[in-house]
């Protein structure tokens, strides 16, 4: 007869599972652990006996355990597969997978709840890890959506824009060809085509701003030491005066320092805000230009009276393609704060507006940043 094989000891099953055995009151007292677990924790079975399940859980564990796990057991008995932190005892988290069963007596009072915890370091990493890679998926998805929408954008808008100046071109060189055309009529055709030669080019330097600045490289800029602002300024009043001769624009420069800046970006930007103020201040109202120097700063504002921004809008303003609704007379592609802001920030400075029913002001300050 061949001897019989070793039987299997049961309670040296349960103490030296391959996994962690667990056994709760109902109120959530350790009353049996065994000793996978508390090798596992770096406990003994007398520091955690009677002790609350809370003391090896960690933040997230117990937030589990009270709004998943124990409200899951209450329902239906049981809980498969929930995700744990346990804390051991030297501090550091223990990733666990817990299945738990209630225990109940004859009349189906809860007597205890028994949990089997297995060791899940390397399963927990990997789905961090691949929730952290959805996540950054999701993000990658969404910018190359909002890229897309705002290519198409550009092009629908560039599009749209160029198309005003271009079908004036046309109409004039249509009227040129007229025989019957004189002199005068000849003269004033050729004024308006030059003005939508001149729309066109603004409209393509502004993309090209546009590409560089949305590209991260930011707007070219050439800083000069006492560089020659007021001369710009007063070049770029005059021209709008002469594109706006219904308008009324008032100067006030009190430039006494000088100033290092780049002067065609800094006429750049004056001519953005005043030509936003034509588009949208007040038709009988004068437009406000006035620039000043302190010994530490330099300060441009453009205000105008009329309908004031509203305040949601006032939040956009200096972002590419924004159109506000409050004005049906805005035109252009909606880069012209954009590159302004643009401007301001290769400077080292900013742009803010305030806008009410007195007056809307447009003000960009700088460091003057120079040494005299």
């Known amino acids: 007869m061949s001897e019989p094989g070793p ?31 508390l090798g596992w924790l770096g406990y003994s079975s007398q520091d955690l006996m009677d002790r609350h399940v809370h003391d090896f859980l960690s933040f997230g564990g117990k937030l589990a355990f009270e709004t998943h796990l124990a409200p899951l057991l209450r329902l239906q008995g049981f809980v498969h597969e929930i995700a744990l932190d346990l804390v051991d005892a030297s501090g550091e988290k223990l990733p666990v997978i817990a299945n738990s069963a209630e225990r109940r007596g004859a009349a189906g009072e809860h007597l205890f709840t028994r ?32 890229a897309t929408m705002l290519r198409e954008q550009f092009i629908a808008v560039l599009g749209h824009d160029l198309r005003n100046p271009l079908a004036a071109l046309k109409a004039g060189t249509g009227l040129l060809r007229r025989p019957s055309l004189d002199d005068a009529m000849r003269g004033r055709v050729l004024e308006e085509m030059e003005a939508s030669i001149a729309r066109a080019n603004g409209l393509i330097s502004d993309v090209m701003d546009f590409a560089r600045g949305w590209l991260g490289s930011g707007l070219p800029v050439d800083l000069l030491d ?58 009988n109202q004068s437009i406000r230009l006035s620039a000043s120097t302190t ?18 809008a006032q939040n956009h303003l200096f972002e590419p393609f924004f159109r506000a609704d409050f004005s049906a007379r805005e035109k252009g592609l909606g880069l012209g704060l954009f590159i302004v ?22 003000t960009f300050a700088m460091p003057r940043a120079t040494s005299d």
């Open 115 to 146: 949990m089997t915890v297995f060791r899940a370091v390397d399963r927990r990493m990997f789905e961090r890890n691949l929730m952290d890679a959805k996540a950054k998926a999701e993000a990658l998805a969404q910018e190359e959506h909002e």
């Open 295 to 312: 010994p530490d700063s330099f300060e441009l504002c453009v205000s105008n009276s009329g309908e004031p921004i509203p305040e949601d």
């Open 341 to 362: 802001n643009e401007i301001a920030s290769a400077h080292g400075g900013s742009m803010k507006v305030t806008s009410d029913a007195q007056e809307t002001c447009f």
């Open 226 to 283: 006492g560089a020659p602002v007021r001369e710009a300024l007063e070049q770029v009043v005059m021209e709008q005066r002469r594109i706006s001769d219904d308008k009324t624009i008032e100067v006030a420069l009190d430039l006494t320092h000088s100033i290092r800046c780049d002067s065609r970006r800094i006429a750049q930007l004056a001519a953005n805000l005043l030509a936003n103020a034509v588009s949208h201040g007040s038709a």
């Open 7 to 37: 039987s299997e000891d049961l309670q040296d099953l349960y103490d030296n599972a391959p996994c962690g055995y667990l056994s709760l009151t109902p109120d959530g007292h350790i009353v049996k652990i065994n000793a996978t677990l």
